[in-house]
RNA sequence: GUGAGCGUAGCUCAGCUGGUGGCAGCACCGGGUUGUGGCCUCGGAGGUCGUGGGUUCAAGUCCCAUCGCUCACCCCA
């Protein structure tokens, strides 16, 4: 048996990786309007980094981290989020210092085991979006409008969904009454809600079953046991999306899986994605910096996209996004001696800018005609005996099939210049 | 971790109630044009039918196991 790449893990091959670079540009861009800077983190960090961000009970922590002892003994981990690499790093090099708000992205493979399925890999890449030291209820709006923006430029159709998750001031109080409003039910709700009951009672909302949901009707909300202050800053998220029209909902019961977040939270969905409905989410995480022994008081607000996602959402939506490369030139030569001219020609057509391509094995001409067909070339320079001969080379143009004779005489520079001109004249 | 479906050429797939694996389609290579691509035409190359057992005179086909893939549950981007 022939080795095979891990389950879960997949080639993007170079068919592929146009759409990778479209969408990874797009973002970019979009990115760098809103004066976003790239950081680049580490794939490995110590396991205990992820434990004390994403949290210890997560089913992320628990049983989906790729983690072993290096050489040393340490547990290291591929990471399975950025948000996590990204504050480390931020903290480690005192980053605040140097602007008072940080606006951070990071964009590479995550790592989770988990049982792969339609649009879920154990190897995945994130689009990771951070903004530090600003807790301004503008800037939640305003990172919320640039993701749908990614989405929007990127001609995706999707819908939001944002929430409040509370503050370590209100979240308690609205957790004990929705356990109280649990354990009074229990009877009337699936064995998996029983178990999250207990291990985590925000989770049982997002349950599937319609049964239980009927029973959820009238279960506490989040948003009615909001402390003023988390209220206010979810109001005015609200108020400033609205100035941005952007469209959203708001779910009550949407629960995010790492234990970080706190107030906004947002997830962008879709329908057509199988089981794999969110392409994007994020929310706050006011917290955090402090849990990872950064400066008290740091807030902090991201939002991940999943490009896997993105790449099959665009391939249903939007196929023909990303434009084909093509060849300005295939140079056809016939022969030793015309081989031995044409080469390093084509280096130094290629030292000028020009995407050229040759066959290096001297095929017959017709071969060499189908690989220039093949290669999307604009032109074809014909270099064969007869040309030789006279001392010219044929220019064709594949598209429209004229041919005109160039001299071969003198400097390669100079058929290089006639070639660049040519070729630059007709570029579309 | 649980469940279901599927493994025949690089890809998409035929292959009936067991009886010699398909001039199959796409892609690839070459010829038809002693030097001109796409279309056409002719030819070529490409396979341990996922693997290992079993039943049978005979297994791609039936049975068992195993590995892999896919989808779903769970969870998440």
């Not at 950025?82 to 005192?94: D, K, M, N, P, Y």
């Not at 329908?271 to 929310?283: C, E, F, I, K, M």
């Not at 056809?332 to 290096?360: I, N, S, W, Y």
Request: proline share 4%; hydrophobic share 45%.
């Amino acid at each position: 048996m022939t080795i095979q790449a891990l389950k879960g893990f997949k080639d993007i091959l170079p068919e592929e990786v146009g759409l990778w670079q479209h969408i990874e540009a797009s973002a970019r861009d979009i990115l760098h309007r809103f004066g976003f800077a790239e950081i680049r983190v580490p794939i490995l960090e110590k396991t205990e980094l992820f434990a004390r961000s994403i949290g210890e009970a997560t089913d992320i922590v628990e049983k989906e981290m790729y983690s072993f002892a290096d050489r040393n003994g340490d547990s290291v981990t591929m990471r399975p989020e950025g948000t996590a690499s990204v504050l480390r790093a931020f903290i480690e090099h005192g980053l605040q210092t140097r602007l008072p708000v940080q606006r951070l992205y990071t964009i590479g493979p995550m790592f989770r085991h988990e049982r792969p399925q339609k649009g879920r890999l154990r190897q995945f890449h994130q689009l990771s979006v951070e903004v530090l030291g600003l807790d301004h209820p503008r800037l939640d709006a305003e990172l919320i409008a640039m993701a749908w923006l990614i989405l929007e430029e990127l001609g995706l159709t999707t819908s939001l969904q944002i929430n409040s998750l509370g503050c370590p001031a209100c979240r308690p109080a609205y957790k004990e009454a929705l356990v109280n409003f649990l354990a009074a039910r229990q009877d009337l709700i699936c064995e998996d809600c029983r178990r999250r009951t207990v291990s985590n009672p925000l989770r049982v909302l997002d349950c599937k079953s319609s049964h239980c949901q009927e029973q959820y009707v009238d279960a506490p909300a989040i948003l009615d046991h909001l402390c003023l202050g988390c209220a206010d800053h979810f109001a005015q998220t609200r108020a400033s999306l609205e100035l941005l029209a952007v469209p959203y909902a708001v779910n009550p019961f949407m629960v995010r899986g790492l234990d970080y977040y706190t107030r906004t939270t947002f997830e962008l969905l879709t329908d057509t994605l199988g089981a794999q409905s969110a392409v994007g989410a994020g929310g706050r995480y006011d917290g955090l910096v402090a849990q990872l022994g950064g400066a008290k008081g740091m807030p902090g607000i991201g939002f991940a996209m999943g490009l896997e996602r993105l790449v099959l959402l665009l391939g249903q939506q939007n196929a023909d996004a990303c434009p084909e490369t093509a060849t300005d030139l295939f140079v056809a030569a016939l022969g030793e001696e015309a081989t031995v001219k044409a080469f390093p020609l084509v280096h130094l057509l290629r030292r000028k800018g020009l995407q050229v391509a040759m066959d290096l094995e001297g095929k017959s001409l017709k071969s060499q005609m189908k690989q220039a067909d093949r290669a999307k070339a604009r032109f074809a320079l014909i270099l064969g005996e007869e040309e030789l001969a006279k001392g010219e080379a044929v220019l064709r143009d594949m598209t429209s099939k004229e041919q005109q004779a160039l001299p071969l005489a003198g400097e390669p520079e100079a058929l290089c210049a006639v070639l660049v001109t040519a070729i630059a004249s007709t570029a579309q």
